[in-house]
T-cell receptor, first 113, second 114 residues
Framework: AQSVTQPDIHITVSEGASLELRCNYS??????LFWYVQSPGQGLQLLLK??????LVQGIKGFEAEFKRSQSSFNLRKPSVHWSDAAEYFC???????????FGTGTSLTVIP | EAQVTQNPRYLITVTGKKLTVTCSQN?????MSWYRQDPGLGLRQIYY???????DKGDVPEGYKVSRKEKRNFPLILESPSPNQTSLYFC?????????????FGAGSRLTVL
């Protein structure tokens, strides 16, 4: 069965520091992978997605993620965090022909000045 | 503006009092879905719909009903709400199959059942 694991429930970083949020998935075939961000009181917004091709994908707000098939991972990175990046981040996996979408439990990011 | 609109955004109700959370999208999306978000559990799918009159259960459908009579609307119905349905609910939509497409989310509906 498909599943998504985000091992870090909460992360605190200083403004300007680099960031990496971890995501591991379990899926029988090549998955479609997504990162969504949820700002306080808001719905989820797509940061980036991976369907195929280049395993390093660029997203909005300076985020990037790398698909590593051998590690079943899709970690999200940002070289320099801004205070406005404080939010909850969700990794998700979808099937090529499926009707369902599986989310991780989320990582809450706090940014300190 | 392309969007998914949910109402109400906040609701406090009592056990057993039927309620409906509406969801409407203006993007002509075929696929619509409802999720609930609970601390430590992430988002879990309640029901989804591939098109008009086509609905199916997600991972946590118990206690909920849906209908899809029009392409743009996908209401979530709680016939007899219970306190364990206190949660934050999101409606989402996309073109075609959800797994292969980007979901557009509503702003969420926070429900409290006393």
């Amino acid at each position: 069965a498909q599943s998504v694991t985000q091992p870090d429930i909460h992360i605190t970083v200083s403004e300007g520091a680099s960031l990496e949020l971890r995501c591991n998935y379990s899926y029988g075939a090549t998955p479609y992978l997504f990162w969504y961000v949820q700002s306080p009181g808001q719905g989820l917004q797509l940061l980036l997605k991976y369907f195929s091709g280049d395993t390093l994908v660029q997203g909005i707000k300076g985020f990037e993620a790398e698909f590593k098939r051998s590690q079943s991972s899709f970690n999200l990175r940002k070289p320099s965090v801004h205070w406005s990046d404080a939010a909850e981040y969700f990794c998700a996996v979808g099937a090529i022909s499926g009707n369902q979408f599986y989310f991780g439990t989320g990582t809450s990011l706090t940014v300190i000045p | 503006e392309a969007q998914v609109t949910q109402n109400p955004r906040y609701l406090i109700t009592v056990t057993g009092k039927k309620l409906t959370v509406t969801c409407s999208q203006n993007m002509n999306h075929e696929y619509m879905s409802w999720y609930r978000q609970d601390p430590g559990l992430g988002l879990r799918q309640i029901y989804y719909s591939m098109n008009v009159e086509v609905t199916d259960k997600g991972d946590v459908p118990e206690g909920y009903k849906v209908s899809r009579k029009e392409k743009r609307n996908f209401p979530l119905i709680l016939e007899s709400p219970s306190p364990n349905q206190t949660s934050l609910y999101f409606c989402a939509s996309s073109y075609g199959a959800a797994g292969a497409n980007v979901l557009t989310f509503g702003a969420g509906s926070r429900l409290t059942v006393l």
